[in-house]
């Protein structure tokens, strides 16, 4: 049933009226016939006053318990008349109401979205924490062993600065991705876009990767002999580093003698490169963490072939800053897939 305050103030003054209307029927007794039209006048006069009286009463304590509430949800700034004008015509509590709901559902989502960004917010800080623990703490352990006397022994003095080397290495890797992903994130990072030629960029990549792909008794190939030049629109220093990304991440899970296969296929005005391995490949519930930073899908294995565990994170942020879109395909024990699209130029 609607409730709006025209609506109540009808009913009340009509009850207001009849009762009004008995009354003076009452005190007529037997002159009802001879005093009809003062009845009627009486009915009349009655409902008007009540129902105007009623009306801007009831309307007037809606409103003003309602205008708080509309412009905290709609975060409007609006007065009272303002926003009768507005739900003129309507059911103001059903009106109300509604919009109650949506803003309860829509807080609830942004709070839901707030929690599992706390949460991947932790699981971040815990794993720079972590990445960046290690070297430290090797340089830590490197530097107390050459004070201690090490320092003195050649043999011993050289390997260690070394592993000292690698160690600082690694922590400047880790830190330069994480600065490349910001950048890319918050748009710092511009394009230098170009036209080039794809196939002979993966070529000067795999002839780049061909010993760490020896080393794994990996082989990297295509999927069919590109004769010809395919030109796509990018930046170049970016799509190569995203390939070299893929392809490096395809030979550390790959199996030994394994393949690491690229394909292209036209999609309109887009080119899909793809990038396939018959690896270890990903559990279904991994794929959608994949592309987080630092997530790694073999923990105990990947740490030890090195890299940031970054990335993929990397790829995805390229893609992306291209406006373009990457996908993951994988089944365990078969390999995965990365493909993603760039313009053709």
Same mark, same amino acid.
Do not use: C
């Given at each position: 049933m609607k409730t709006a305050p025209r609506q109540l103030a009808f009913i009340i003054s009509l009850i207001i009226s009849v009762i009004s209307a008995t009354l003076v029927i009452m005190s007529l007794f037997l002159n009802i016939g001879n005093n009809l039209?003062?009845?009627?006048?009486?009915?009349?006069?009655?409902?008007?006053?009540?129902?105007?009286?009623?009306?801007?009463?009831?309307?007037?304590?809606?409103?003003?318990?309602?205008?708080?509430?509309?412009?905290?949800?709609?975060?409007?700034?609006?007065?009272?008349?303002?926003?009768?004008?507005?739900?003129?015509?309507?059911?103001?509590?059903?009106?109300?109401?509604?919009?109650?709901?949506?803003?309860?559902?829509?807080?609830?989502?942004e709070i839901k979205k707030l929690r599992r960004m706390e949460k991947y917010r932790k699981e971040f800080l815990g794993n720079v924490s972590h990445e960046l623990k290690t070297p430290i703490f090797n340089i830590q352990g490197y530097i107390l062993t050459l004070l201690d006397g090490g320092l003195e022994d050649p043999e011993i003095n050289r390997e260690y600065l070394e592993r000292t080397e690698k160690s600082i290495n690694r922590m400047v890797s880790i830190i330069e991705d994480l600065e490349s992903i910001t950048k890319l994130e918050t748009g710092e990072l511009e394009l230098e876009l170009k036209d080039f030629d794809i196939v002979q960029l993966v070529k000067d990549i795999y002839e780049l990767q061909d010993t760490i792909s020896g080393n794994f008794n990996v082989g990297l190939?295509?999927?069919?002999?590109?004769?010809?030049?395919?030109?796509?629109?990018?930046?170049?220093?970016?799509?190569? +580093?995203?390939?070299? %990304? =893929?392809? &490096?991440?395809?030979?550390?899970? /790959?199996?030994?003698?394994?393949?690491?296969? @690229?394909?292209?296929? +036209?999609?309109?005005? %887009? =080119?899909? &490169?793809?990038?396939?391995?018959? /690896?270890?490949?990903?559990?279904?519930?991994? @794929?959608?963490?994949?592309?987080?930073?630092?997530?790694?899908?073999?923990?105990?294995?990947?740490?030890?072939?090195?890299?940031?565990?970054?990335?993929?994170?990397?790829?995805?942020?390229i893609i992306q800053a291209h406006k373009q879109t990457i996908t993951v395909r994988s089944e365990p024990g078969k390999g995965s897939s990365f493909s993603f699209t760039l313009k053709i130029s």
């Amino acid at each position: 049933m609607k409730t709006a305050p025209r609506q109540l103030a009808f009913i009340i003054s009509l009850i207001i009226s009849v009762i009004s209307a008995t009354l003076v029927i009452m005190s007529l007794f037997l002159n009802i016939g001879n005093n009809l039209v003062m009845i009627i006048i009486s009915m009349g006069l009655t409902f008007t006053i009540a129902f105007f009286l009623i009306y801007y009463a009831v309307n007037n304590f809606i409103f003003e318990k309602i205008n708080p509430i509309y412009k905290t949800i709609a975060n409007i700034p609006i007065n009272k008349d303002e926003l009768k004008k507005k739900m003129e015509g309507k059911d103001v509590i059903q009106e109300v109401n509604s919009m109650v709901i949506n803003y309860a559902q829509k807080r609830a989502k942004e709070i839901k979205k707030l929690r599992r960004m706390e949460k991947y917010r932790k699981e971040f800080l815990g794993n720079v924490s972590h990445e960046l623990k290690t070297p430290i703490f090797n340089i830590q352990g490197y530097i107390l062993t050459l004070l201690d006397g090490g320092l003195e022994d050649p043999e011993i003095n050289r390997e260690y600065l070394e592993r000292t080397e690698k160690s600082i290495n690694r922590m400047v890797s880790i830190i330069e991705d994480l600065e490349s992903i910001t950048k890319l994130e918050t748009g710092e990072l511009e394009l230098e876009l170009k036209d080039f030629d794809i196939v002979q960029l993966v070529k000067d990549i795999y002839e780049l990767q061909d010993t760490i792909s020896g080393n794994f008794n990996v082989g990297l190939t295509f999927d069919r002999n590109y004769d010809k030049p395919i030109m796509v629109k990018g930046d170049k220093k970016r799509i190569t +580093e995203a390939l070299n %990304n =893929l392809i &490096v991440n395809s030979i550390h899970y /790959g199996k030994k003698g394994g393949t690491t296969t @690229i394909s292209f296929a +036209e999609m309109g005005k %887009n =080119l899909l &490169v793809d990038v396939t391995d018959d /690896g270890i490949g990903l559990e279904e519930d991994e @794929i959608p963490r994949i592309f987080e930073r630092f997530y790694r899908s073999d923990k105990s294995r990947s740490r030890d072939r090195g890299g940031t565990g970054l990335g993929l994170s990397i790829v995805k942020h390229i893609i992306q800053a291209h406006k373009q879109t990457i996908t993951v395909r994988s089944e365990p024990g078969k390999g995965s897939s990365f493909s993603f699209t760039l313009k053709i130029s």
